[in-house]
Every structure is written in structure tokens, then in C-alpha cells.
């Protein structure tokens, strides 16, 4: 009888298990949130790129390696907490990053004209973009200061913005600078 008696509460014990709903699915993972676009072009050049630029043209003339100044500390792009060649590899870093952002579709100039990213020459300002911060981050990374070196990556570094800067914004009309209204757009 008690053989019965437990066979019946195992049957009863699976008749019950088996009834009960079944465990919620995992949720799914969210998507990632799509990129945002807040700042115009000309924002992210001065707040970005222009800065982390001029950490990198600083090395034509300066060692990021030697001990900086204590009288200029406050001053010295080298001298702080993720100074010397850190520095040079984080600028390096910051100007990939921001050819991502001034890629995003949805960002406008300064006079609120759409930055031409479809435009062969943009692209190609982008791929030196790129190409140049790889360049400069490897250079960093060996960290050893080489003044030439720094000179041919500051060149690159120019040569790159140049790429855009003389055809969407330093172009000359008759003898005169366009103005504000006519960047990102072709002459």
C-alpha cells in the first residue's frame, strides 16, 4: 500500500509540474541605441579635433617623454595625470573617434547646410582622417621621441584636414574668403 501510496504522489507531483506554466522567455536584448547627433560640425572640430591637434604639433618641438616644466605644469599638455606619451596616444585616439562622429548622418555645418558626407572628397578627408591617427598612435606607442617623425605625422595631420578645409571651407572667391553661408558646399 505504501508503495502505492508513494507512486501516487509521484504521479501527482509530475501531473502538477507538468500544468505549471512554463518559465517567462529571457527578454530579449535591447538594441543598441541609435547615435545621437548633437553638436554641429564646426563644434566638434573646436571641441575636438582642433584641441587634440595641437597636443600632436606640439611634438614637433617638444619631447612628450622629458620631465615637464613645473613652472608651466598647469600649461603643459604632457604634465598631468594622462600626460607624456599617453597624451599623444589619447589625441591620437580622439581624432578617430571624432571621423566616426563627423560621419554620422543627420550632422549639419555651422550655417545648418548638411555635411556633405556623401561627397567623394569628404570621404577621402575621413580615410586620412583615420589613416593619420593610426599613424600618430603607433608613433606614440613606441615612445621614443623621433622630432622628424613627429614632423611627418604633424604634416599628415595637416595634410588631412587640408583635404576637406580647401575645398568646404578655406576657398577664395574673387579674390575673397567665402563666408560663413557657403561652407560645406563646393565652388
Same mark, same amino acid.
Not at 545621437?36 to 604639433?57: C, D, E, Y
Not at 585616439?93 to 550632422?107: C, D, W
Given at each position: 500500500?505504501?508503495?502505492?501510496?508513494?507512486?501516487?504522489?509521484?504521479?501527482?507531483?509530475?501531473?502538477?509540474?507538468?500544468?505549471?506554466?512554463?518559465?517567462?522567455?529571457?527578454?530579449?536584448?535591447?538594441?543598441?541605441?541609435?547615435?545621437?547627433?548633437?553638436?554641429?560640425?564646426?563644434?566638434?572640430?573646436?571641441?575636438? /579635433?582642433?584641441?587634440?591637434?595641437?597636443?600632436?604639433?606640439? !611634438?614637433? *618641438? =617638444?619631447?612628450?617623454?622629458?620631465?615637464? %616644466?613645473?613652472? @608651466?605644469?598647469?600649461?603643459?599638455?604632457?604634465?598631468?595625470?594622462?600626460?607624456?606619451w599617453e597624451a599623444i596616444e589619447?589625441?591620437?585616439?580622439?581624432?578617430?573617434?571624432?571621423?566616426?562622429?563627423?560621419?554620422?548622418?543627420?550632422?549639419?555645418?555651422?550655417?545648418?547646410?548638411?555635411?556633405?558626407l556623401d561627397d567623394p572628397i569628404?570621404?577621402?578627408? /575621413?580615410?586620412?582622417?583615420?589613416?593619420?591617427?593610426?599613424? !600618430?598612435? *603607433? =608613433?606614440?606607442?613606441?615612445?621614443?621621441? %623621433?622630432?622628424? @617623425?613627429?614632423?611627418?605625422?604633424?604634416?599628415?595631420?595637416?595634410?588631412?584636414?587640408?583635404?576637406?578645409?580647401?575645398?568646404?571651407?578655406?576657398?577664395?572667391?574673387?579674390?575673397?574668403?567665402?563666408?560663413?553661408?557657403?561652407?560645406?558646399?563646393?565652388?
Open positions: 500500500m505504501r508503495l502505492l501510496s508513494g507512486l501516487s504522489l509521484v504521479g501527482l507531483l509530475s501531473l502538477v509540474a507538468g500544468c505549471a506554466p512554463a518559465a517567462p522567455p529571457a527578454p530579449a536584448t535591447p538594441p543598441a541605441a541609435a547615435a545621437q547627433v548633437k553638436a554641429n560640425l564646426n563644434q566638434v572640430m573646436r571641441g575636438i /579635433l582642433f584641441p587634440n591637434s595641437n597636443i600632436i604639433f606640439d !611634438t614637433q *618641438d =617638444t619631447d612628450p617623454g622629458a620631465p615637464p %616644466d613645473p613652472a @608651466a605644469a598647469g600649461s603643459n599638455p604632457y604634465a598631468g595625470t594622462y600626460g607624456g589619447n589625441a591620437s585616439m580622439a581624432l578617430a573617434e571624432a571621423a566616426n562622429l563627423i560621419s554620422l548622418p543627420g550632422r549639419v555645418c555651422q550655417n545648418n547646410k548638411p555635411v556633405p569628404y570621404q577621402k578627408g /575621413l580615410a586620412a582622417l583615420r589613416e593619420v591617427a593610426q599613424l !600618430t598612435y *603607433d =608613433t606614440a606607442k613606441a615612445k621614443k621621441y %623621433d622630432a622628424d @617623425a613627429m614632423l611627418n605625422v604633424a604634416d599628415k595631420v595637416t595634410q588631412a584636414c587640408a583635404t576637406c578645409h580647401d575645398v568646404f571651407r578655406d576657398r577664395v572667391v574673387d579674390g575673397k574668403p567665402i563666408g560663413m553661408e557657403d561652407r560645406c558646399t563646393k565652388g
